[in-house]
């Protein structure tokens, strides 16, 4: 009898397990458009505590410009507004009934209201929304209120935000474009830039409640939104909560921010980037695609999951070559990638990196039915069989859900549906068509190659020898002159620049000579390669050329740009054969051909003709003329007696 109802229990046990796993997480999603154009998505879950309720409008940032910037966020935190209520405020009124979280979000596209309450309160949550966003009664005091507290959120404005903005918009201008992945690999247009965010604390101050409120009105109508609700709920008895709460609305409008539906171009060349002396070995090993087709983000998706296993399993569990291998899967628009990713001491990287390529390779040429029932199967319980019952998760499958409806037009099917559909062969297909040459993804992080640290060590050095030439410049042209002397033979040595003038100088000229290197290189590769970033697709230990080339060749356009556009001069040196003026450049004026000397007033007419700068310009000069009529003017804080100095030490005898 005990092994009958043991055969019994067990055999309900197995049904039980047979059933959990065909279930369909999405298959209790009701969707339904009320006949004012509200679009609702309701998930009612027996397993859950609370309910959550999310609507959103669209109503973003997109629309506004430098006088409109922050009015879609104010009406955000209007809306929590009501003189009716306790409080006058909604968010405070719904926390005190129970709520554990209740909140609101403005982005480009889209502005949101969150709350989550207890399943006791679902019916009462769903309605008091509706005359949170419907059944406005709010006043200035009001408006006063929520732009102080808006303001306490983006913080005050301040005047040296508006400079250093059009400092930065300028320097952004000028530089050579930095990489931006989807723009440059996949051809997606760039968004349209936000306004600087100093608009928004600035604008905040002066909003009236009449813009306010146009905005509300011109927006917040019901074929603008969308309501989700997540929870344990009866569906029907929600539904009709709805349908007379928010049913109801007859307000119309045209009105709406929508996110532009842009298409990615397949980028038929492989995605490489190489970079050395990072803090650690890592590899993102995989490839581009369209997200053409829902049913591909699946396959890759349980593809990489199964490859990051395989990988761990023989990386890790047989070799104990790294830490952790797992997939990596991102997206924007309809480009994404898909890859593995793993880690490595030093000198295994390239083993594991051998070994992940030809586990691919050997997948290419034959997966085999186990491998991708086993792989189906693992994606199948993780994703689907072992969802979580929790409010956020329950939300993600209703945007899911969402996202197939819109961006797809899968509206029968649910994402488990499309899943199920996926047969070996058509795994297969997938992974070849998208695994492709052209449309290899590689991008490797390396900590060294021949020593640790060496990238401290080139840099140091680099920079050690680029101060040496600075510093020292002008010795090159003393050397070539003749003019070499030592210290025991100066007589007199004056400051003609302050330090102050020489760092403005120096940065000034680092700043010309970064945006123009960087300008240099991006031409050029763009020219001859097609890819303005080709040097990171070059690998150890080639890229080690670029790694000591690179610094060298900056410091050759630095002191072409420090001399050719400056004329600096740092100090003046006087020896027994004359005036030495030093600098970034070496002017000589020999004692036997000065004439005079004498002190005159600044002009702005001897600017080019003046041996030193301060920022106090418009003292007196020293005035030296020599013999065959060239003038020189020399900046000094005394210029008389600098005057008596030369004259004491250069003529006394």
Same mark, same amino acid.
């Given at each position: 009898?005990?092994?009958?109802?043991?055969?019994?229990?067990?055999?309900?046990?197995?049904?039980?397990?047979?059933?959990?796993?065909?279930?369909?997480?999405?298959?209790?999603?009701?969707?339904?458009?009320?006949?004012?154009?509200?679009?609702?998505?309701?998930?009612?879950?027996?397993?859950?505590?609370?309910?959550?309720?999310?609507?959103?409008?669209?109503?973003?940032?997109?629309?506004?410009?430098?006088?409109?910037?922050?009015?879609?966020?104010?009406?955000?935190?209007?809306?929590?507004? *009501?003189?009716?209520?306790?409080?006058?405020?909604?968010?405070?009124?719904?926390? &005190?009934?129970?709520?554990?979280?209740?909140?609101?979000?403005?982005?480009?596209?889209?502005?949101?209201?969150?709350?989550?309450?207890?399943?006791?309160?679902?019916?009462?949550?769903?309605?008091?929304?509706?005359?949170?966003?419907?059944?406005?009664?709010?006043?200035?005091? *009001? @408006?006063?209120?929520?732009?102080?507290? @808006? +303001?306490?959120?983006?913080?005050?404005?301040?005047?040296?935000?508006?400079?250093?903005?059009?400092?930065?918009?300028?320097?952004?201008?000028?530089?050579?474009?930095? &990489?931006?992945?989807?723009?440059?690999?996949?051809?997606?247009?760039?968004?349209? &830039?936000?306004?600087? !965010?100093?608009?928004?604390?600035?604008?905040?101050?002066?909003?009236?409640?009449?813009?306010?409120?146009?905005?509300?009105?011109?927006?917040?109508?019901?074929?603008?939104?969308?309501?989700?609700?997540?929870?344990?709920?009866?569906?029907?008895?929600?539904?009709?909560?709805?349908?007379?709460?928010?049913?109801?609305?007859?307000?119309?409008?045209?009105?709406?921010?929508?996110?532009?539906?842009?298409?990615?171009?397949?980028?038929?060349?492989?995605?490489?980037?190489?970079?050395?002396?990072?803090?650690?070995?890592?590899?993102?090993?995989?490839?581009?695609?369209?997200?053409?087709?829902?049913?591909?983000?699946?396959?890759?998706?349980?593809?990489?999951?199964?490859?990051?296993?395989?990988?761990?399993?023989?990386? !890790?569990?047989?070799?104990?070559?790294?830490?952790?291998?797992?997939?990596?899967?991102?997206?924007?628009?309809?480009?994404?990638?898909?890859?593995?990713?793993?880690?490595?001491?030093?000198?295994?990287?390239?083993?594991?990196?051998?070994?992940?390529?030809?586990?691919?390779?050997?997948?290419?040429?034959?997966?085999?039915?186990?491998?991708?029932?086993?792989?189906?199967?693992?994606? &199948?319980?993780?994703?689907?069989?072992?969802?979580?019952?929790?409010?956020?998760?329950?939300?993600?499958?209703?945007?899911?859900?969402?996202?197939?409806?819109?961006?797809?037009?899968?509206?029968?099917?649910?994402?488990?549906?499309?899943?199920?559909?996926?047969?070996?062969?058509?795994?297969?297909?997938?992974?070849?068509?998208?695994?492709?040459?052209?449309?290899?993804?590689?991008?490797?992080?390396?900590?060294?190659?021949?020593?640790?640290?060496?990238?401290?060590?080139?840099?140091?050095?680099?920079?050690?020898?680029?101060?040496?030439?600075?510093?020292?410049?002008?010795? #090159?042209?003393?050397?070539?002159?003749?003019?070499?002397?030592?210290?025991?033979?100066?007589?007199?040595? !004056?400051?003609?620049?302050?330090?102050?003038?020489? #760092?403005?100088?120096?940065?000034?000229?680092?700043?010309?000579?970064?945006?123009?290197?960087?300008?240099?290189?991006?031409?050029?590769?763009?020219?001859?390669?097609?890819?303005?970033?080709?040097? #990171?697709?070059?690998?150890?230990?080639?890229?080690?050329?670029?790694?000591?080339? *690179?610094?060298?060749?900056?410091?050759?356009?630095?002191?072409?740009?420090?001399?050719?556009?400056?004329?600096?001069?740092?100090?003046?040196?006087?020896?027994?054969?004359?005036?030495?003026?030093?600098?970034?450049?070496?002017?000589?004026?020999?004692?036997?051909?000065?004439?005079? @000397?004498?002190?005159?007033?600044?002009?702005?007419?001897?600017?080019? +003709?003046?041996?030193?700068?301060?920022?106090?310009?418009?003292?007196?000069?020293?005035?030296?003329?020599?013999?065959?009529?060239?003038?020189?003017?020399?900046?000094?804080?005394?210029?008389?007696?600098?005057?008596?100095?030369?004259?004491?030490?250069? #003529?006394?005898?």
């Amino acid at each position: 009898m005990k092994i009958l109802l043991w055969i019994l229990t067990l055999f309900t046990l197995l049904q039980a397990n047979e059933v959990s796993m065909t279930d369909d997480p999405y298959k209790n999603i009701h969707y339904f458009t009320l006949k004012n154009g509200m679009q609702v998505y309701l998930l009612n879950d027996d397993k859950t505590e609370n309910t959550q309720i999310k609507l959103t409008v669209n109503l973003g940032y997109a629309i506004e410009d430098k006088d409109t910037y922050g009015l879609a966020h104010l009406v955000e935190h209007l809306v929590f507004r *009501d003189q009716r209520i306790p409080y006058h405020d909604y968010l405070d009124y719904i926390k &005190e009934e129970g709520a554990t979280y209740v909140n609101g979000y403005t982005r480009r596209y889209e502005t949101g209201y969150l709350a989550t309450i207890k399943n006791e309160k679902a019916y009462w949550v769903v309605e008091t929304f509706a005359k949170m966003l419907f059944d406005k009664n709010v006043t200035a005091q *009001d @408006l006063a209120i929520e732009k102080g507290a @808006l +303001q306490t959120e983006i913080g005050e404005s301040h005047w040296y935000y508006k400079p250093l903005w059009a400092m930065k918009v300028f320097f952004e201008n000028i530089a050579a474009p930095s &990489e931006n992945f989807y723009q440059d690999v996949f051809h997606i247009p760039k968004e349209k &830039e936000l306004p600087a !965010r100093y608009f928004a604390q600035e604008n905040n101050t002066r909003f009236t409640l009449a813009e306010v409120m146009k905005r509300y009105k011109d927006y917040y109508y019901p074929a603008n939104m969308k309501l989700f609700v997540v929870g344990d709920f009866d569906i029907t008895k929600m539904e009709q909560t709805i349908k007379e709460s928010y049913g109801k609305i007859e307000k119309t409008g045209t009105l709406l921010v929508k996110e532009p539906k842009v298409k990615a171009i397949s980028p038929k060349k492989p995605y490489e980037r190489y970079y050395e002396g990072t803090d650690g070995s890592v590899a993102y090993l995989g490839a581009l695609y369209l997200l053409d087709e829902y049913r591909t983000y699946l396959v890759l998706n349980a593809y990489t999951e199964n490859l990051s296993q395989r990988l761990q399993q023989k990386m !890790r569990n047989q070799y104990g070559k790294t830490y952790s291998v797992n997939n990596y899967m991102f997206s924007y628009k309809n480009a994404g990638v898909a890859a593995v990713t793993f880690d490595a001491l030093h000198d295994e990287f390239d083993n594991n990196m051998k070994m992940a390529k030809e586990m691919m390779k050997e997948d290419l040429l034959h997966l085999d039915d186990e491998t991708i029932n086993k792989a189906l199967k693992s994606y &199948e319980e993780q994703y689907f069989h072992a969802t979580e019952h929790d409010n956020d998760t329950l939300m993600g499958l209703l945007q899911t859900n969402k996202y197939l409806r819109e961006d797809h037009n899968i509206t029968k099917e649910s994402a488990y549906d499309i899943f199920k559909t996926i047969t070996p062969e058509i795994f297969r297909t997938s992974i070849k068509k998208t695994f492709t040459p052209e449309n290899d993804y590689r991008v490797i992080h390396r900590d060294y190659y021949f020593f640790s640290l060496e990238m401290m060590v080139i840099s140091l050095l680099t920079f050690g020898l680029f101060l040496f030439f600075y510093i020292r410049l002008y010795k #090159f042209e003393l050397k070539k002159r003749h003019l070499l002397y030592t210290h025991r033979d100066v007589l007199l040595t !004056r400051r003609v620049s302050s330090r102050f003038t020489g #760092f403005l100088l120096f940065l000034l000229t680092f700043i010309i000579s970064t945006i123009l290197w960087n300008w240099m290189k991006y031409l050029t590769f763009k020219l001859i390669t097609g890819d303005p970033f080709y040097l #990171f697709t070059i690998d150890v230990p080639y890229s080690y050329i670029v790694t000591l080339l *690179d610094p060298l060749l900056f410091m050759v356009v630095f002191f072409f740009i420090y001399r050719t556009l400056w004329r600096y001069y740092a100090r003046i040196d006087v020896i027994d054969r004359g005036i030495v003026a030093i600098g970034n450049h070496v002017t000589f004026m020999p004692k036997e051909k000065i004439e005079t @000397l004498e002190v005159t007033p600044w002009q702005i007419r001897y600017f080019k +003709q003046t041996i030193g700068t301060a920022i106090r310009f418009w003292k007196p000069l020293l005035k030296v003329t020599m013999e065959d009529g060239t003038v020189y003017y020399i900046r000094a804080v005394e210029a008389s007696h600098l005057k008596e100095d030369i004259e004491k030490v250069l #003529f006394s005898t």
